[in-house]
């Protein structure tokens, strides 16, 4: 009987150890299984950490191209517009006063006008220079357009938003640059650092003063448009007639006393000219001749 105790307990104990022996082989595997996932997703994780590049500011970000960002709907475009027209009506004067007015009320001006008129004082012709808002450069050739039959119209627009861009970046990089020379002028101790510096300070703002009138410049074009009209008498278009060159005998008599008088005044010149010399060689040259005279003639009155 007890050894059938005893082996009983020693059957049990062995399915105890063996009970424990998988469980342990169950979480070593589990934990085998474990570790190479999260090597795999940190490995991922730092991979994509090396391939990841540091976004450097002004740059555009991956899948966005340069010109994607240069035709960025948002940046306002610089546009310079010019244009021509020239309109026939029958009272020149009225037109103009008409085309004053119209421009007047687009806030535009008069830059320089030129007219002209007949025997009988009459105006036939105008020229005007005018500027208005660039936003209302097609309302203002509209408006002048139906002051009489439009002849011809010219209009050139030009984008110069590059350039502005470009100033004003300029412009940005000259005054840092301005104030890291004044911070050195603070700094300077000898005469000689004051002047080489004070030297660079002056030319750098010379510089930003000269970008400074180009951005004004700029502005000024982009924000009026010049528009030159030119208004004409009906039936009396302004034509720029050459000289008529005479020809035959009169042609030849005047062409010949032309040049006779302009030698006559060569000749007049060099006389003129020499005239100072002569009286001074005659000053000198009489009183020799004299002298020489005398002493030829005392000889003979010796003998």
């Keep these: 009987m007890r050894r059938i105790r005893a082996v ?10 063996l009970l424990a022996g998988c469980g342990a082989s169950g979480n070593d595997s589990g934990t085998s ?5 999260q090597k795999q997703g940190a490995e991922a994780a730092d991979g994509n950490a090396s391939n990841a590049k540091p976004q450097v500011p002004g740059q555009p970000q991956a899948g966005k191209s340069q010109s994607s960002t240069n035709d960025d709907p948002t940046v306002t475009r ?16 009225a037109m103009r006063q008409k085309a004053v007015t119209a421009v007047a009320g687009l806030d535009g001006q008069v830059a320089s006008e030129d007219t002209g008129s007949d025997p009988d004082g009459k105006v036939t012709r105008a020229n005007l ?7 209302s450069f097609e309302a203002a050739i509209q408006r002048l357009s139906d002051l009489g039959k439009r002849l011809q119209i010219h209009q050139e627009s030009t984008d110069v938003t590059e350039q502005v861009v470009d100033v004003a970046s300029r412009i940005e990089s000259q005054r840092a640059s301005l104030d890291r020379m004044r911070a050195l002028m603070a700094k300077a101790n000898t005469i000689g650092e004051i002047v080489s510096v004070e030297s660079e300070l002056t030319r750098r703002e010379s510089d930003l003063e000269a970008l400074l009138a180009k951005q004004k410049n700029l502005t000024l074009q982009t924000d009026l448009a010049t528009l030159t009209l030119t208004l004409t008498a009906k039936g009396k ?9 005479d020809k035959g005998f009169l042609a030849g008599l005047k062409g010949g006393w032309n040049a006779f008088t302009a030698v006559f005044s060569a000749l007049a010149t060099a006389v003129g000219a020499m005239l100072p010399f002569l009286v001074l060689l005659a000053i000198i040259a009489v ?6 005279h005398r002493l030829r003639k005392q000889p003979t009155a010796g003998q």
Excluded at 33 to 37: E, K, L, S, W
Excluded at 129 to 135: M, R
Excluded at 237 to 245: I, M
């Design 8 to 17: 009983t307990a020693v059957v049990a104990a062995a399915g105890i150890v």
């Design 33 to 37: 299984d474990a570790a190479p996932a």
């Design 78 to 93: 610089a546009i310079i517009k010019t244009g021509s027209l020239t309109v026939e009506g029958d009272d020149v004067a």
């Design 129 to 135: 220079v005018l500027k208005v808002p660039t936003k």
């Design 237 to 245: 278009p302004p034509v720029e007639t050459e000289p008529t060159q």
């Design 287 to 292: 009183p020799l001749w004299r002298f020489r």
